[in-house]
């Protein structure tokens, strides 16, 4: 059903039952979320869907990012639904969240009905007005007929351009009103990307080519645009070392020998290093984010720039570009890479070489799977390419981001731009509902896992293959780390009193748990919980005093590097 | 005496016209602390369309502002006006008259 096609006489439909269709013809087929008072026509359409699965979930944040973490695993935009006041109110931060770090998510919400809207109704919010500064485009619907428009067009904007949230606030007499449709709109999709400048790609391969120490600076718009391949024939065509930001982990393959690592407050010395010294930065879907620059009047000092993004408005924002192209980076890059000249530059390719051999990034206690970075590389080790390695945020994220062998973009799903303490186990649970056939681990914390750990009960229910691997120290670590060394060792309110008992927890929430604490082989328990198919929770306890090493201090340019 | 549009810029925003526009175009300020002196807005033809015309102080942002505002959806068009000649010099005469 991809033609508009104008049926023999029209049908009556309410509002909610064309939502339903819509959604149907947009090629939806699971959607999380909750009903409640506003929302209800919109279930009881969806009940007559027989295509559309929908995933009950225990908190609207939770519904969120399960949509996400289709969205970031598929790449195409997926729903949730939530009724109004609440249930609203407690989307925004799985919203906000996919702002920042530009996810298609369409939002649809239930609101009070239109005569009852700025009367303080029972569960009635401004959703608009709230979700304005966190959505890419919000819509406020006033009529049955709108939603024709108002559906593929939010399917349109959420995944054009620079991708990001849509939310649809649809008040309950609107979801119930009586309309004829005569004719089904197209299937909103993203529009299609013009080509960038000739004269611009000519001077950035100009540019290019007399650069004597150039570094390629990855972003998560190369993951967006699909343009991982095109990135890396540009690395090895012009010999580009290559750094990635933290969302990028994975467009460029962990052995890749042009590879550096990831930039930034946790990055690798050598990319941070490499970086100092080089005269020509080539940023692809990037913004020049604090956590990546560290101290950005600091920040690659005698570097030139050359800057690829989607969005114009990220061009000059933070750092003046000598040569700012807007365009869908993947087709900048498919334009550009006939425009450069092989080259060796073997001075630089030594003095990378010797970065790389002097500075690297040092991931100790590998060979202990109890240890972070062990218990990382364990569970790499047990994992196929395809599987999806989904974070919560704090030490097990920067932990992850640094010792998992990431091979391929969209399988690293990770909070980057809002770290959002409970992402974590959501998000993994809607990229396992969208990839059932694929493995999807999700490092977390015991801070964040907290934050969401209802949605263990949604994890039975669907019965996911979602291994939460939880490290344990009892800690909100990453504050503990720093206040111990950035605030004089005055730990407060950093250490948790109260601790619950994780595996009797997943186990009470119907989820099958793994102690590694006690397994008498911990590798073996590991493996065994991994590989075998539904929801696992998998608990390491970690030492307080683990920290993540290098850091950056905030505020400090991204050189001054402790613990490397 | 210092007239309003001293050291300001006018800035004339064709947009769609629905109750959520001003929010959208005045958020943008309010969340980046840059004040916004005055507001003018007229509906334009036949009401599909609205101008809005905003008075703001010179400020090394403002480029960047303009950038933000033409990401809008329901924007379609930012314009910078020169400074001497705007509604806003004629509507203080009008008011101070």
Same mark, same amino acid.
């Given at each position: 059903?991809?033609?508009?096609?104008?049926?023999?006489?029209? /049908?009556?439909?309410?509002?909610?039952?064309?939502?339903?269709?819509?959604?149907? =013809?947009?090629?939806? =087929?699971?959607?999380?979320?909750?009903?409640?008072?506003?929302?209800?026509?919109?279930?009881?359409?969806?009940?007559?869907?027989?295509?559309?699965?929908?995933?009950?979930?225990?908190?609207?944040?939770?519904?969120?990012?399960?949509?996400?973490? &289709?969205?970031?695993?598929?790449?195409?935009?997926?729903?949730?639904?939530?009724?109004?006041?609440?249930?609203?109110?407690?989307?925004?931060?799985?919203?906000?969240?996919?702002?920042?770090?530009?996810?298609?998510?369409?939002?649809?919400?239930?609101?009070?009905?239109?005569?009852?809207?700025?009367? $303080?109704?029972?569960?009635?919010?401004?959703?608009?007005?709230?979700?304005?500064?966190?959505?890419?485009?919000?819509?406020?619907?006033?009529?049955?007929?709108?939603?024709?428009?108002?559906?593929?067009?939010?399917?349109?904007?959420?995944?054009?351009?620079?991708?990001?949230?849509?939310?649809?606030?649809?008040?309950?007499?609107?979801?119930? +009103?009586?309309?004829?449709?005569?004719?089904?709109?197209?299937?909103?999709?993203?529009?299609?990307?013009?080509?960038?400048?000739?004269?611009?790609?000519?001077?950035?391969?100009?540019?290019?080519? +007399?650069?004597?120490?150039?570094?390629?600076?990855?972003?998560?718009?190369?993951?967006?645009?699909?343009?991982? /391949?095109?990135?890396?024939?540009?690395?090895?065509?012009?010999?580009?070392?290559?750094?990635?930001?933290?969302?990028? !982990?994975?467009?460029?393959?962990?052995?890749?020998?042009?590879?550096?690592? &990831?930039?930034?407050?946790?990055?690798?010395?050598?990319?941070? !290093?490499?970086?100092?010294?080089?005269?020509?930065?080539?940023?692809?879907?990037? =913004?020049?984010?604090?956590?990546?620059?560290?101290?950005?009047?600091?920040?690659?000092?005698?570097?030139?720039?050359?800057?690829?993004?989607?969005?114009?408005? /990220?061009?000059?924002?933070?750092?003046?570009?000598?040569?700012?192209?807007?365009?869908?980076?993947?087709?900048? !890059?498919?334009?550009?890479?006939?425009?450069?000249?092989?080259? +060796?530059?073997?001075?630089?390719?030594?003095?990378?070489?010797?970065?790389?051999?002097?500075?690297?990034?040092?991931?100790?206690?590998?060979? $202990?799977?109890?240890?972070?970075?062990?218990?990382? =590389?364990?569970?790499?080790?047990?994992?196929?390419?395809?599987?999806?390695? #989904?974070?919560?945020?704090?030490?097990?994220?920067?932990?992850?981001?640094?010792?998992?062998?990431?091979?391929?973009?969209?399988?690293?799903?990770?909070?980057?731009?809002?770290?959002?303490?409970?992402?974590?186990?959501?998000? #993994?649970?809607?990229?396992?509902? #969208? +990839?059932?056939?694929?493995?999807?681990?999700?490092?977390?914390?015991?801070?964040? !896992?907290?934050?969401?750990?209802?949605?263990?009960?949604?994890?039975?229910?669907?019965?996911?293959?979602?291994?939460?691997?939880?490290?344990?120290?009892?800690?909100?670590?990453?504050?503990?780390?720093?206040?111990?060394?950035?605030?004089?060792?005055?730990?407060?309110?950093?250490?948790?009193?109260?601790?619950?008992?994780?595996?009797?927890?997943?186990?009470?929430?119907?989820?099958?748990?793994?102690?590694?604490?006690?397994?008498?082989?911990?590798?073996?328990?590991?493996?065994?919980?991994?590989?075998?198919?539904?929801?696992?929770?998998?608990?390491?306890?970690?030492?307080?005093?683990?920290?993540?090493?290098?850091?950056?201090?905030?505020?400090?340019?991204?050189?001054?590097?402790?613990?490397? | 005496?210092?007239?309003?549009?001293?050291?300001?810029?006018? %800035?004339?925003?064709?947009?769609?016209?629905?109750?959520?526009?001003?929010?959208?175009?005045?958020?943008?300020?309010?969340? *980046?602390?840059?004040?916004?002196?005055?507001?003018?807005?007229?509906?334009?033809?036949?009401?599909?369309?609205? *101008?809005?015309?905003? %008075?703001?102080?010179?400020?090394?942002? %403002?480029?960047?502002?303009?950038?933000?505002?033409?990401?809008?959806?329901?924007?379609?068009?930012?314009?910078?006006?020169?400074?001497?000649?705007?509604?806003?010099? *004629? %509507?203080?005469?009008?008011?101070?008259?």
């Amino acid at each position: 059903m991809t033609q508009a096609e104008s049926p023999a006489k029209p /049908e009556r439909l309410s509002g909610a039952e064309i939502v339903v269709r819509l959604l149907e =013809r947009q090629g939806i =087929r699971i959607l999380a979320g909750i009903p409640g008072s506003a929302n209800l026509p919109l279930y009881d359409a969806l009940l007559h869907s027989k295509i559309i699965h929908h995933v009950l979930t225990r908190h609207e944040q939770g519904a969120g990012f399960i949509a996400q973490g &289709m969205a970031r695993a598929s790449g195409q935009p997926a729903v949730c639904f939530a009724t109004s006041g609440p249930g609203t109110t407690n989307l925004l931060t799985a919203i906000a969240d996919a702002k920042l770090d530009s996810i298609p998510v369409v939002a649809i919400t239930g609101q009070v009905s239109r005569n009852m809207i700025g009367t $303080d109704a029972f569960q009635e919010v401004d959703t608009y007005g709230l979700t304005i500064p966190i959505t890419k485009h919000n819509y406020l619907v006033n009529s049955a007929e709108e939603l024709l428009k108002v559906i593929p067009n939010a399917f349109r904007l959420a995944a054009s351009g620079r991708p990001g949230p849509v939310l649809i606030d649809i008040p309950k007499d609107v979801q119930l +009103e009586q309309v004829d449709v005569v004719q089904w709109p197209e299937p909103g999709k993203a529009d299609s990307n013009p080509p960038a400048d000739g004269l611009l790609l000519a001077a950035a391969a100009k540019m290019i080519a +007399e650069s004597a120490r150039p570094i390629l600076y990855l972003g998560g718009g190369v993951v967006h645009s699909g343009a991982a /391949e095109q990135a890396r024939l540009l690395a090895e065509k012009a010999n580009l070392p290559t750094v990635t930001t933290l969302l990028a !982990l994975g467009t460029l393959a962990v052995d890749h020998p042009l590879l550096l690592g &990831m930039l930034g407050m946790h990055g690798a010395p050598c990319a941070n !290093l490499s970086m100092d010294e080089s005269d020509l930065l080539i940023v692809v879907g990037a =913004r020049f984010d604090d956590r990546a620059t560290g101290k950005l009047a600091e920040f690659c000092p005698q570097a030139k720039v050359i800057h690829i993004d989607i969005d114009p408005a /990220e061009l000059d924002k933070l750092r003046a570009s000598h040569v700012a192209i807007g365009g869908d980076v993947g087709t900048v !890059l498919e334009q550009l890479l006939p425009l450069i000249q092989s080259q +060796e530059r073997p001075v630089w390719q030594a003095r990378i070489q010797a970065l790389k051999t002097n500075s690297p990034l040092r991931l100790p206690g590998l060979d $202990d799977p109890r240890s972070p970075y062990g218990l990382v =590389r364990a569970v790499a080790d047990c994992l196929d390419e395809n599987a999806i390695i #989904a974070t919560d945020v704090g030490q097990h994220q920067m932990w992850a981001a640094q010792a998992y062998p990431h091979r391929r973009p969209r399988r690293w799903l990770t909070s980057g731009g809002l770290g959002t303490m409970g992402f974590g186990l959501p998000t #993994a649970l809607g990229a396992a509902l #969208a +990839e059932p056939e694929n493995t999807v681990a999700c490092f977390s914390g015991d801070g964040s !896992l907290l934050m969401n750990i209802q949605e263990l009960v949604t994890a039975a229910q669907e019965n996911v293959n979602v291994k939460v691997v939880l490290m344990n120290n009892s800690t909100l670590g990453l504050v503990h780390q720093q206040q111990t060394m950035f605030y004089g060792e005055r730990t407060f309110a950093a250490e948790f009193t109260h601790v619950p008992d994780f595996v009797a927890l997943a186990q009470a929430c119907g989820v099958r748990a793994v102690n590694l604490d006690t397994a008498a082989d911990p590798r073996a328990a590991l493996a065994e919980a991994l590989t075998s198919r539904g929801p696992c929770l998998i608990h390491c306890s970690i030492n307080v005093r683990e920290k993540v090493y290098p850091i950056v201090p905030p505020g400090a340019p991204n050189r001054e590097m402790l613990g490397t | 005496m210092q007239n309003i549009c001293s050291n300001r810029t006018v %800035l004339e925003l064709t947009v769609n016209n629905h109750p959520g526009v001003m929010s959208h175009v005045v958020g943008l300020f309010s969340r *980046r602390a840059y004040n916004v002196e005055g507001i003018l807005c007229l509906p334009v033809g036949d009401g599909d369309t609205s *101008r809005i015309w905003l %008075l703001v102080n010179e400020d090394k942002r %403002l480029l960047q502002m303009i950038k933000q505002a033409e990401k809008l959806e329901d924007v379609q068009k930012v314009r910078r006006l020169a400074a001497d000649d705007n509604l806003f010099a *004629r %509507l203080e005469s009008l008011i101070m008259a």
